[in-house]
């Protein structure tokens, strides 16, 4: 059976920002959402599709993640954020709601802090970045690239059709070995943000944060860690769901748009 395409609803161009070729995916109209996402999006982003109903999504793909070239120069989650202040001038977009997911929550978070007054609401889901007391279950580093999905939800279901019928296939394990190496070149050396804490106070516009109850890569109770810092941000936890809480429970999907509008 031919897997459904990921990317469903949504139109690509291609910018060229510091010589390096940028995917953008975009859906809907009105005030511009930019969305970070995860260390992929082999999943999807149909999730993403009601927020279109009210904004326009906007879903740059991280340098060296999915198809997006990759800049061997980036060696850095700081380096991320200086390609998407070239991104978001490229695009013309000023101001902006920011939403950012693990991986892409992390960076979101950093660029909030640097870059405030562009940003007019925060949303971060399962951010990563900050390191907790609960460890998690897996490391992206160590795990077969064919054990991580079923480390990411808590339905299964919720992602099999996106996963190939036979779990050796060459293609997809090679694209997510291609993606794993970007991601060593960030995150091995430096895989938390011991910086990040003392700035997190810059963080002063509105801010919520969404969590999977049962969340095994970064656990839920990484959440009382990020209120420490952000004492005034509002949290909701959504039971039923793993790290990929917005593609399992529709109800966080709401409460994200609910929180933006």
Known sequence: MARPDPMAGFERQTLTVNGVKTNVLTAGRGAPLVFLHGAGIWHGLKFALPWAEKFRVIVPI????DEADDDPAITELH???????????ALGIDKFR??????????????????????????????????????PRGDFF??????????LVSNFETI?????????DLDFIGARYRE??????????????????RYLH???MPT???????DRLLPVQNADLWRQFLPKADIQIFKGAGHLVLDERREAVDAVQRFLL
Do not use: C
Not at 62 to 65: F, I, K, V, Y
Not at 142 to 151: D, G
Not at 160 to 168: A, G, R, S, T
């Open 98 to 135: 920011l939403v950012g997911f693990s991986l892409g929550g992390w960076l979101a978070a950093k660029f909030a802090v640097e870059h405030g007054h562009r940003v007019e609401r925060l949303v971060l889901v399962g951010p990563a970045g900050l390191r907790g007391k609960e460890k």
């Open 142 to 151: 160590t795990l077969p690239p064919e054990q991580i999905p079923s480390l």
């Open 202 to 204: 810059r963080l002063t």
């Open 79 to 89: 380096d991320y954020v200086m390609h998407y202040l070239g991104v978001f001038d």
């Open 62 to 65: 991280h340098p060296g993640l």
């Open 160 to 168: 099999k059709p996106y996963l190939p019928d036979n779990p050796n």
């Open 180 to 197: 794993g190496g970007t991601l060593a070149r960030l995150l091995w050396e430096h895989p938390y943000d011991t910086k990040l804490p």
């Open 208 to 214: 919520l944060l969404v969590w999977g109850e049962e």
